[in-house]
């Protein structure tokens, strides 16, 4: 280990707190330090290994640690004592938070991925100051800079972790510092685990809803009709792939509509005769099914069209359906999410290259229950005022997860800039 010493003096530090200062990270640790000599244990030995799945990125944990035979890890892996800090040096690992402190070893001895660079908190320093410093976005962003090898298998060399300037305070102000974070990581954890279950919950609301209309012993009553004996028109869109021009019409895209809605944020225009624009153009009550995606859970999903416009079309991974007075556009759209109806669409889609398919045969076969026209109404109208509400609750569960997620970040810059 080098002797402690303050790093050079730079202009473009910050300024530190009282007592604390700039060291190199080589200065306080050992990065990749050399294995015990003579190590040696039975091959039958169980031994603590430490693949780079076993990380958890978001807690920074070993989480899943395996247990293996000596003689299986002894040769050709990381070996690491306990206390080091684990710090994966490939991309995407790095960025994505594959960094922890080696703890619950077996014997004090572990061996891991090839991928990891170890760091030996010397006896000035604690495991959770490099941890805690280490993983910081920012911190994290700037190595990337500095990454070596060819694209997709990029690495950040040992040199500069050595280099690398960390504020350095007492032990004392480390471990005080270091034990507030714990808390308030723990903290973060906590309701980051309950915004996720609860945005679960309003996610799961839909599909209950749905299922208390659809499997109600009312609807059970209702006559079941397939949807082919309501359609006027079945059309696929258009396939040609035209060149685009800014004074065509706009021509809506899986993009467009994979969300439920129409999109018409990025609109993409392309060039067609009038007489195309007329037989690919959409109507306000259409209902466009898409045809084919790699999802599961999208392809067959119905967007209702509800804008007013003459010049908008569709391409032919849409296919476009309209239907006959006595079935409202606006109950199909909602039924189709009823799981039952999806059932009966992906089970029939068929499958090449990775994309699954429907066509209009799949739909015109798909059994729906058929209330009267005003019941189809006033289940729309119901069920419309739950989906609003849901969708409201979503995006705010939505919103606030995402402010939990930038806690950490701001806890960790707080920390060493010495706020705590």
């Known amino acids: 280990m080098m002797t402690l010493a303050a790093a050079p003096e730079q202009d473009t530090r910050r300024k530190l707190p009282p007592g604390w200062r700039w060291v190199r990270l080589g200065e306080v640790c050992d990065v990749n330090p050399r294995r015990p000599p003579n190590f040696e244990r039975p091959d039958g030995a169980p031994t603590t290994f430490v693949p780079m799945s076993a990380v958890d990125a978001r807690s920074g944990t070993v989480a899943r640690p395996e247990v293996r035979p000596f003689a299986e890890v002894k040769k050709g892996y990381t070996c690491f004592g306990t ?12 960025q994505n938070g594959k960094h922890a402190i080696a703890r619950g070893l077996i014997d004090g001895v572990g061996f891991g991925t090839t991928e990891f660079h170890v760091l030996r908190p010397g006896p000035q320093v604690i495991p959770e100051w490099i941890h805690y410093y280490v993983r910081q976005p920012a911190v994290l962003t700037d190595a990337t800079t500095y990454f070596i090898g060819s694209a997709g298998q990029q690495r950040l060399p040992d040199s500069y972790l050595g280099a690398m300037e960390i ?22 954890e906590r309701a980051r685990a309950a915004a996720e279950a609860q945005l679960e919950a309003a996610k799961a609301l839909p599909s209950t809803y ?57 609109p993409r225009r392309v060039s067609m005769s009038r007489e195309e624009i007329e037989t690919y ?25 509800n804008i007013e416009r003459d010049d908008v079309v569709y391409n032919d991974h849409l296919i476009r359906v309209q239907v006959r007075e006595g079935l409202d556009p606006t109950y199909v759209r909602v039924i189709c999410d009823f ?15 990775g994309q699954l398919t429907i066509d209009q ?6 059994q729906i229950p058929v209330p009267s026209l005003r019941e189809q109404q006033s289940i729309v109208a119901h069920l419309s005022v739950q989906m609003a509400t849901t969708e409201q609750t979503r995006k705010s569960l939505e919103e606030q997860l995402v402010a939990i997620n930038a806690l950490p970040s701001i806890l960790l810059r707080r920390a060493f800039n010495g706020e705590l």
């Open 83 to 94: 206390e080091d800090v684990l710090f994966a040096k490939i991309t995407p690992c790095m």
């Open 167 to 188: 504020p350095f305070p007492p032990l004392e102000e480390q471990k005080r510092i270091a034990a507030i974070l714990n808390e308030q990581m723990a903290a973060v």
């Open 210 to 266: 749905l299922r208390a209309v659809f499997n109600s012993p009312e609807a059970q009553r209702w006559p079941r009709r397939t949807l082919g004996e309501f359609i006027l028109s079945f059309r696929n869109g258009f396939g040609r792939r035209p060149v685009g021009t800014e004074g065509g019409p706009i021509v809506l895209r899986l993009a467009d509509v994979s969300k439920g809605i129409i999109d018409l944020n990025h």
């Open 281 to 305: 153009r959409l109507r306000k009550g259409d209902l466009l099914f898409l045809r084919v995606n790699g999802s599961r859970d999208l392809v067959g999903r119905c967007v209702l069209v």
């Open 339 to 353: 799981p039952g109806i999806r059932d009966q669409v992906t089970g029939q889609a068929s499958t090449s290259a």
């Open 361 to 366: 045969g799949v739909l015109a076969s798909i």
